[in-house]
């Protein structure tokens, strides 16, 4: 099984040159990873900031609060925004708008610093008296100024507002340096990930260097909780064919024995993705239910009488939600809290 060391991107195709086109739960993988690895996100990116905060108060995310200030497009998720309030050493509260650009190209990059300034502005009125800070990065970029600025002027007022950008695909010439942190520092992982997912490797290749990334996970050290975490991260940014899934099924299987631990069963997971498109194309609510009957036994055994009255009475939205749930879920209560 080969590893990962910068040497392997000198024949990747490059991004600038090949069309990208974000998976379908894109934005979630990032949301999932800031979510989960937030400090080690901000000490990989901007080591000076972490310096600063207090990490033993936990950061506190205001995402619903974000989400009625700023309109998402209607033509998909073409950004990921996260807003985090975190204690500093000082004692002050501070918070720190992190925008994730995951679309590139001229006409996005262009009118990013207006959509900074607008989100800015926006929580600086919602918060007049909250230290505000606007961080940027931009996924599909591999070079460009650490700063970027918009400005405005007319008739003698004019304004100016400065924020940090980060281009990650300069990060591709620093991947020794994400091999050695990723063992302390998970959101090494992450990059190290999304960096695969942007060289754009033939199919065959691209299932290779998954597989040795996620026996990497083991071989870092994570707990079991972290390589769940880890692996549906990376799981949602390297997507692969269907027709190349049963070889990567078979792969994790033989990962999971050589490390005695099942960290997720991803013939789960491949299951219920065709038994939800079966259901759409057949009308599906009853397709649906039967996956999940089926998933249900094989992680918990027999299905109780309750649990089969929920699946009776339950919409489609809720078994969407429940066939989620169900990867992760402990207890089969968790199925459907």
Not at 19 to 27: E, I, L, N, R
Not at 53 to 59: G, L, R, S, V, Y
Request: glycine letters at 6%; hydrophobic letters at 40%.
């Amino acid at each position: 099984m080969p590893d990962l060391c910068a040497d392997d991107f000198s024949g990747a195709p490059s991004p600038d040159s090949v069309p990208t086109q974000a998976p379908p739960d894109y934005d979630g993988a990032w949301k999932n990873a800031l979510d989960a690895y937030f400090p080690g996100f901000m000490a990989l990116f901007w080591p000076a900031l972490h310096a600063q905060i207090d990490w033993a108060h936990k950061p506190v995310f205001l995402d619903k609060e974000l989400q009625k200030l700023v309109v998402s497009s209607k033509h998909g998720r073409l950004h990921v925004d996260k807003l985090a309030r975190v204690r500093l050493l000082s004692g002050q509260d501070v918070q720190a708008l992190i925008h994730v650009e995951i679309q590139g190209g001229i006409g996005y990059d262009s009118g990013l610093p207006a959509r900074m300034f607008t989100y800015h502005m926006r929580l600086r009125e919602k918060h007049p008296k909250h230290p505000l800070v606007s961080l940027a990065i931009l996924l599909h970029r591999r070079t460009g100024p650490s700063t970027q600025v918009y400005t405005y002027s007319h008739w003698g007022c004019s304004l100016e507002f400065r924020f940090p950008v980060v281009h990650l695909q300069g990060w591709r010439s620093r991947m020794n340096e994400l091999l050695r942190l990723a063992p302390h520092n998970p959101f090494a992982v992450v990059v190290l990930a999304q960096l695969e997912a942007n060289a754009k490797y033939p199919d065959e290749q691209q299932l290779v260097r998954k597989t040795a990334l996620v026996r990497h996970l083991h071989d870092w050290g994570f707990e079991r909780n972290q390589i769940v975490q880890l692996f549906n991260i990376l799981d949602a940014m390297l997507v692969l064919p269907v027709s190349m899934e049963q070889r990567f099924i078979d792969a994790i299987n033989q990962i999971e024995e050589e490390y005695n631990m099942t960290y997720v069963n991803t013939i789960e997971r491949v299951a219920l993705r065709r038994g939800r498109e079966e259901g759409k194309q057949e009308g599906g609510r009853a397709t649906a239910t039967s996956i999940l009957i089926a998933l249900i036994t094989r992680k918990f055994g027999e299905v109780p009488n309750w649990a089969q009255a929920r699946l009776a009475g339950a919409d489609q939205s809720s078994l969407d939600r429940w066939a989620v749930q169900i990867l992760d879920a402990k207890r089969i209560e968790d199925v459907f809290a």
